[in-house]
């Protein structure tokens, strides 16, 4: 079970770091000027929602905006917080992951729900999306199950201070 909770802390901490690089730089030209981003970053941008049709980052319908800000607001920083906590094996980790897998499936789960019933988005596009549902579920389970080696939530060890009976 070690094995697992590592290779799960692994995807975990590859999956903050990507939202910890791509919410602000990819994520945020959708609600902020473009004036803020240098012209690689629109440009990335513009060809991604070009080359795989992403009507939702090309148009910007209300809700998508919305989870743009949810995700800017709420889901970036507990991002950094939960890589901080994977890299300093933190105790409340647990709690930061299932808040955040939840509100991110929460996203994830609009999202990917708009893209079918739509009729307009490619396989491939509903391809791209679905992994971040994944993701968010094993942050879930990462927050919900207990890990080998781990301590209790206090990150102490139980008192031992009592006089033994003889």
Same mark, same amino acid.
């Given at each position: 079970?070690g ?8 995807? %975990?901490?590859? @999956?903050?770091?990507?939202i910890a !690089?791509?919410? *602000?730089? &990819?994520?945020?030209?959708? &609600?902020?000027?473009s004036?803020?981003?240098?012209a690689?970053?629109?440009d %990335? ?6 080359? @795989?049709g992403d009507y939702l980052?090309?148009?910007? *319908?209300? @809700? @998508? $905006?919305?989870?743009v800000?949810?995700?800017? $607001?709420f889901?970036?920083p !507990?991002?950094? =917080? ?6 300093? +094996?933190?105790?409340?980790l647990n709690?930061?992951c299932? =808040? /955040?897998? +939840?509100?991110v ?5 609009v999202i990917?729900?708009? !893209? ?9 596009? &509903?391809r =791209? /999306?679905? *992994?971040?549902?994944g %993701?968010s579920?094993?942050a &879930?389970l ?20 009592r006089k033994?009976? $003889?």
């Amino acid at each position: 079970m070690g094995a697992v909770s590592k290779l799960t802390d692994a995807v %975990l901490f590859l @999956f903050f770091l990507t939202i910890a !690089l791509a919410a *602000p730089l &990819i994520d945020g030209q959708t &609600i902020l000027p473009s004036d803020l981003y240098p012209a690689f970053l629109v440009d %990335l941008k513009s060809w991604y929602a070009t080359e @795989f049709g992403d009507y939702l980052v090309a148009e910007k *319908p209300h @809700f @998508f $905006v919305g989870l743009v800000w949810l995700e800017l $607001v709420f889901q970036w920083p !507990l991002a950094l =917080i939960c890589l901080y906590g994977l890299v300093a +094996s933190k105790p409340w980790l647990n709690t930061t992951c299932l =808040i /955040y897998g +939840s509100s991110v499936s929460t996203a994830m789960v609009v999202i990917l729900a708009e !893209l079918t019933a739509s009729g307009k988005a490619s396989d491939t596009l &509903i391809r =791209i /999306y679905s *992994p971040f549902l994944g %993701l968010s579920v094993l942050a &879930i389970l990462r927050g919900l199950l207990s890990h080998p080696g781990k301590s209790s939530a206090t990150g102490k060890r139980p008192v031992t201070n009592r006089k033994k009976r $003889v």
